[in-house]
């Protein structure tokens, strides 16, 4: 089961910071938090994924709190292409041989207008 | 590359009929899962391979359901035979085994319909 809650649904204006929240409050000490998107009619697309810090690359920004217990997705200026459902998620970190599960929640359906 | 390639597209077929769907990962993946995906239950993992090797397939529903995979190069998912409620987007994906971030790539998925 999705060990994580997100909101159904946002509304964002274009150019405009997107800040997507998630909790996981039962979050274990080595499960990382990733996040997917999903433009509609695609197969997901990983997004970026963190521990306990936070991390920027060049799609976004994530922010985990210092209890670990929730985190923001951040799009700091989003466009019309980033409407699309966002999944958080949170998964042990195998680093060698292995593979663990995705389990994909309800994501939250973002809407950017223009 | 070209990503993991899916086909068909799109499927559609009357109840009863066999229907099998590929996949093909992307070259040096040592991971491939098949997900399904409705609006009732969401983006579902059946099965996932390591080294061509099922190593779970505790989300296929039912005995209909088979999946195989016969080189690194090619995987099937088959239903036999089809139900009107196995419509949906089944989508593939594939991993590197090392990578540290283990990346899942999705394909653009194959939309089922059974009548």
């Known amino acids: 089961d999705a060990k994580t809650t997100q909101p159904t649904s946002m509304d964002c204006a274009e150019g405009r910071a997107a800040n997507l929240p998630c909790n996981h409050s039962t979050i274990s000490g080595n499960e990382y938090v990733y996040w997917y998107r999903q433009i509609h009619s695609q197969g997901p697309q990983y997004i970026i994924h963190?521990?306990?810090n936070n991390e920027t690359n060049e799609m976004a920004s994530l922010i985990i709190t210092e209890d670990r217990k929730s985190s923001t997705l951040i799009l700091p200026h989003a466009t019309l292409r980033d409407t699309a459902v966002y999944y958080c998620?949170?998964?042990?970190?195998?680093?060698?041989?292995?593979?663990?599960?995705?389990?994909f929640g309800k994501g939250t359906k973002l809407t950017v207008n223009p | 590359d070209a990503g993991v390639i899916q086909s068909p597209r799109h499927e559609v077929t009357e109840m009863g009929q066999e229907v099998t769907l590929r996949c093909k990962p992307i070259?040096?993946?040592?991971?491939l899962f098949w997900y399904r995906q409705t609006m009732m239950r969401g983006l579902e993992l059946l099965i996932y391979f390591n080294n061509n090797v099922p190593i779970d397939d505790s989300g296929m529903p039912e005995d209909r359901f088979s999946a195989k995979m016969p080189n690194a190069s090619f995987s099937t998912l088959k239903i036999q035979p089809s139900e009107p409620r196995d419509s949906a987007v089944y989508f593939c994906?594939?991993?590197?085994?090392?990578?540290?971030?283990?990346?899942?790539?999705f394909g653009p998925g194959t939309r089922l319909t059974v009548l």
């Open positions: 963190g521990l306990k």
């Open positions: 994906a594939s991993s590197l085994a090392l990578a540290v971030y283990n990346e899942q790539f």
């Open positions: 070259s040096g993946h040592d991971y």
């Open positions: 998620i949170v998964r042990v970190e195998v680093i060698q041989g292995g593979s663990e599960k995705l389990v």
